[in-house]
T-cell receptor
Framework: ETGVTQSPTHLIKTRGQQVTLRCSSQ?????VSWYQQALGQGPQFIFQ???????GRGNFPPRFSGLQFPNYSSELNVNALELDDSALYLC??????????????FGPGTRLTVT | TQLLEQSPQFLSIQEGENLTVYCNSS?????LQWYRQEPGEGPVLLVT?????EVKKLKRLTFQFGDARKDSSLHITAAQTGDTGLYLC??????????FGAGTTVTVRA
């Protein structure tokens, strides 16, 4: 069984640039969620994708967007980067049974630094 | 807005001692999960509890879910240096998203 993988591991961008982060789900999972974790804090929910559509969204502006592909892998795109976007971005995959999201399994994260 | 509060924020103990971490909310959880996270890595799922009053044991770790499903605790017996990490509780409140607490940083000294 393959776990959740994310790429790249680290990334440095300049304010105003755009970034794309990638995630491959654990095999057998059909739902992907993205989280932002600032230093010293717990992860904050950005959004969730199921069947290639956004299934729910946290308190993040529209410049945070995503995609889910037929193989259940996913991308997180952030436009017009701000200094406060510097954080660990986590992807989690799970199985949506139709009655609720099951246990979520996290990837190692992408550390984004905006200068 | 559902809010999870974890306490204490930091905990430093000697190897062999016991410790307890708490997670509280004003809302009822439909399910609650505990994770451990090491620096630069993603959270690793330790346990899921769903039934009020439930107690689960994982080797030296004991997890309790409050009867009203608003609180939970994690107890570690005879802590080891390998138990060092950030312990996060996270809950579902009858919706799709997982809400996390700020975490408890546990340091076990040799």
């Amino acid at each position: 069984e393959t776990g959740v993988t994310q790429s790249p591991t680290h990334l440095i961008k300049t304010r105003g640039q755009q970034v794309t982060l990638r995630c491959s789900s654990q095999s057998g999972h059909n739902t992907v969620s993205w989280y932002q974790q600032a230093l010293g804090q717990g992860p904050q929910f950005i959004f969730q994708y199921y069947r290639e559509e956004e299934n729910g969204r946290g308190n993040f502006p529209p410049r945070f967007s995503g995609l889910q592909f037929p193989n259940y892998s996913s991308e997180l795109n952030v436009n017009a980067l701000e200094l406060d976007d510097s954080a660990l971005y986590l992807c989690a995959s799970s199985w949506w049974s139709g009655t609720g999201v099951g246990e979520q399994y996290f990837g190692p994260g992408t550390r984004l630094t905006v200068t | 807005t559902q809010l999870l509060e974890q306490s204490p924020q930091f905990l430093s103990i000697q190897e062999g001692e016991n410790l307890t971490v708490y997670c509280n909310s004003s809302s009822v959880f439909s399910s609650l999960q505990w994770y451990r996270q090491e620096p630069g890595e993603g959270p690793v799922l330790l346990v899921t509890v769903v039934t009020g009053g439930e107690v689960k044991k994982l080797k030296r770790l004991t997890f309790q879910f409050g009867d009203a499903r608003k609180d939970s605790s994690l107890h570690i017996t005879a802590a080891q240096t390998g138990d060092t990490g950030l312990y996060l509780c996270a809950g579902h409140f009858n919706d799709y998203k997982l809400s996390f607490g700020a975490g408890t940083t546990v340091t076990v000294r040799a």
